[in-house]
């Protein structure tokens, strides 16, 4: 099993610009959780979905921020416009269960200047 | 929401010695898991409680989830170099659904030779 798949690793962009994040999940994972790590706010919950339906969105910040399921093995966030208060470590993570551990992938570190 | 509070924030320790750390939260929870993060990677499980009184060992690791339901414990013992990195608490209440691990802010392991 290859793990939770995120891309791209890295990401610099410009204020302003639209930023594309993407998450491939552990097959037959019911369960898709988007996190938000920073220094000072530590691991936030963004939004989550199961079985591809977005059950609580209300971590996300802004009207700016945007997450889809379009299918059981893929999943976006979307920023736009980005801000560089939005600079900050992004993981996708997946569950097989409600209250089991989740599986984190590498994140994709957003950098915005 | 919910508030974890884990401490110590971080420690500096020698070699062979062994570690403690601990999580309190405000309100409940039904699930406790302890997870380790390395430099520029996700968090990796180590190890999940799922009942109040539970002791769960994995190796040198040793973790219980508190009578109160609201604490949690993650001892390590004889530490080694690779024992360096975050240690997060982090835990669930889900209430017929999954609403997202809430974590806490981490521990700093330092180690040194």
């Known amino acids: 099993d290859a793990g939770v798949i995120q891309s791209p690793r890295h990401e610099v962009t410009e204020m302003g610009q639209e930023v594309t994040l993407r998450c491939k999940p552990i097959s037959g994972h019911d369960y898709l959780f988007w996190y938000r790590q920073t220094m000072m706010r530590g691991l936030e919950l963004l939004i989550y979905f199961n079985n591809n339906v977005p059950i609580d969105d209300s971590g996300m910040p802004e009207d700016r921020f945007s997450a889809k399921m379009p299918n059981a093995s893929f999943s976006t966030l979307k920023i736009q416009p980005s801000e560089p208060r939005d600079s900050a470590v992004y993981f996708c993570?997946?569950?097989?269960?409600?209250?089991?551990?989740?599986?984190f992938g590498s994140g994709t570190r957003l950098t915005v200047v | 929401g919910q508030q974890l509070n884990q401490s110590p924030q971080s420690m500096f320790i020698q070699e062979g010695e062994d570690v403690s750390m601990n999580c309190t939260s405000s309100?409940?929870?039904?699930?406790w898991l302890w997870y380790k993060q390395d430099p520029g990677e996700g968090p990796v499980l180590l190890i999940a409680?799922?009942?109040?009184?539970e002791l769960t060992s994995n190796g040198r690791l040793t973790a219980q989830f508190g009578i109160t339901r609201k604490d949690s414990f993650l001892n390590i013992s004889a530490s080694i170099p690779s024992d360096v990195g975050i240690y997060f608490c982090a835990g669930l209440y889900s209430g017929g659904g999954a609403d997202g691990l809430t974590f806490g802010k981490g521990t700093h392991l330092i180690i040194q030779p």
């Open positions: 993570a997946s569950s097989l269960r409600s209250n089991y551990g989740y599986t």
């Open positions: 309100s409940i929870f039904n699930t």
């Open positions: 409680l799922y009942k109040a009184g």
